[in-house]
Every structure is written in C-alpha cells, then in structure tokens.
C-alpha cells in the first residue's frame, strides 16, 4: 500500500451524514478506549483553533461544524447520547441522535433565555443587599 501524501491520517467523510463509525474511522466492534483514543486524534487534528486545522485550508465555519459533528460522533459512540433505533446508527448520527439542551444553537438559546427573562416578575437583587446589611449589622453589634 502506498503512503497518503497527506498529513491527515483520518479525513473527514465527504458524504452526507456520515455515521459515528465513519467518522472515527472505527470498526463497530471498537472498543470504548478505541474510541476515546480516536477522540483525541481527531480533536487534535479538527479542532478549530489548532494549527493543522488552520491550515488546512477550510473555512472556520466548515471546521466548526465538522468539531461538533465529531463531538455529537463520539458522545453516541461512548454511549452518553443514545441512537433513536438499534442499527440507527447505518442511518447517519444526525438522524438518530435525539435532541438534548446541550446540542441547542445560540440562537436558541438565546431565545429561551429571553423567554425566562419575561417569565421573571418582580423579582430583583434587592433581597441580597438586604441580607448582606443584615448581617454587618449582627457582627457589628456584637
């Protein structure tokens, strides 16, 4: 077998919805630490701030969201996020995982906080204040 002229050991898949499988280039019957050392070579090479990531020549929008699909990846594969079937898994992870509030865009996010923010009526940091002279006073009079 030739050597790859590239200096990336693990490409990222080029079709859509790759499973955690292809992503990681691991076999289904990997082990956890298979797949916890994978992990760590692969947010060494896609993670976005890192140096190989940079120059690599895609765009930080593309490198982010190949880092979060790798993250969603390795969250099924060690059993923290659960496949919606079975053999959901030969689907494609984007398909099976489900939603959790950890996996919300900001905008979302944001939205949600803002709902809580209108839900709150009245209630301030005034309390907190009160409580602190409250308790200067004690030790003063002491």
Known sequence: RLASTS????????????????IFHLPKDATRADVKARYYDLVRIYHPDS???????????????????????????????HASSVDG?????????????HDLSTAMWRARQRKRAEMDFGLDD?????LMMGAVLLVRLR
């Not at 200096?7 to 292809?22: G, I, L, M, V």
């Not at 005034?126 to 009160?130: A, D, L, T, Y």
Request: hydrophobic share 30%; no cysteine.
């Open 7 to 22: 200096a990336n050991p693990y490409p990222f898949p080029t079709h859509a919805h790759p499973s955690p499988h292809q």
């Open 51 to 81: 140096p190989s990531a940079r120059a690599g020549g895609i765009s930080a929008e593309t490198a982010h969201a190949r880092f979060q699909a790798i993250s969603s990846a390795y969250a099924v594969l060690s059993g923290k996020k």
């Open 89 to 101: 898994l030969e689907e494609g992870f984007g398909a099976t995982v489900r939603p959790s509030y």
């Open 126 to 130: 005034r309390w907190k204040e009160r």
